[in-house]
T-cell receptor, first 113, second 114 residues
Framework: DARVTQTPRDKVTEMGQEVTMRCQPI?????VFWYRQTMMQGLELLAY????????DSGMPKDRFSAEMPDATLATLKIQPSEPRDSAVYFC???????????FGPGTRLTVL | AQSVTQLDSHVSVSEGTPVLLRCNYS??????LFWYVQHPNKGLQLLLK??????LVKGINGFEAEFKKSETSFHLTKPSAHMSDAAEYFC????????????FGTGTRLLVSP
């Protein structure tokens, strides 16, 4: 049963610390999306990649957030420095190019104190 | 631009009674429409997807949705609610710009009472 995996599942950190979240897309999927979910804003698209290249990261605060795909099996989302307003659940999703269905991971719940 | 409107933020039903979650969409083209479900502290799971093959789409766990172009609606239904159906449901439309982006509704929380 192919699934998107995310680590860590929960992260508590202090303001100013660096946070790195990881995502392993479904094997063979070449499109990866990062979302953030909060009570106030709902689901927001932060960035997405196709064939490891960033296609759109306009939803991401550029000064502190960065997203990369070091290889086809790993996507990372980094926040440096973290702030309390970054507290949210971060989801990764993957899909196939040309198909609009996205498959979501279980999420990383981030709490910044 | 594509958008979806979920007409109810909360829906409460009793176990064994029908479920109706309402969604209206706006799209310049024939859209792809989805319903995703999110159980507490879980990720989003695809319930069903409409492309253009059939207006009545059957999904998992007994859910189905009907695409009505004249009403620009894509309501989700289930004949008989189970306690395990309690979750947040998102109506979603695909962005037709070709970049595979999804546009999410604000969600409807389904509450099921015994």
């Amino acid at each position: 049963d192919a699934r998107v995996t995310q680590t860590p599942r929960d992260k508590v950190t202090e303001m100013g610390q660096e946070v790195t979240m990881r995502c392993q897309p479904i094997l063979g999927h070449n499109t990866v999306f990062w979302y953030r979910q909060t009570m106030m804003q709902g689901l927001e698209l932060l960035a997405y990649f196709r064939n490891r290249a960033p296609l759109d990261d306009s939803g991401m605060p550029k000064d502190r957030f960065s997203a990369e795909m070091p290889d086809a099996t790993l996507a990372t989302l980094k926040i440096q420095p973290s702030e309390p307003r970054d507290s949210a659940v971060y989801f990764c999703a993957s899909g196939l190019q040309g198909a609009d269905t996205q498959y979501f991971g279980p999420g990383t719940r981030l709490t910044v104190l | 631009a594509q958008s979806v409107t979920q007409l109810d933020s909360h829906v409460s039903v009793s176990e064994g009674t029908p479920v109706l979650l309402r969604c209206n969409y706006s799209s310049s083209y024939s859209p792809s429409l989805f319903w995703y479900v999110q159980h507490p502290n879980k990720g989003l799971q695809l319930l069903l997807k409409y492309t253009s093959a059939a207006t009545l789409v059957k999904g998992i766990n007994g859910f189905e949705a009907e695409f009505k172009k004249s009403e620009t609606s894509f309501h989700l239904t289930k004949p008989s609610a189970h306690m395990s159906d309690a979750a947040e449901y998102f109506c979603v439309v695909s962005d037709t710009t070709g970049f595979q982006k999804l546009v999410f509704g604000t969600g409807t929380r389904l509450l099921v009472s015994p």
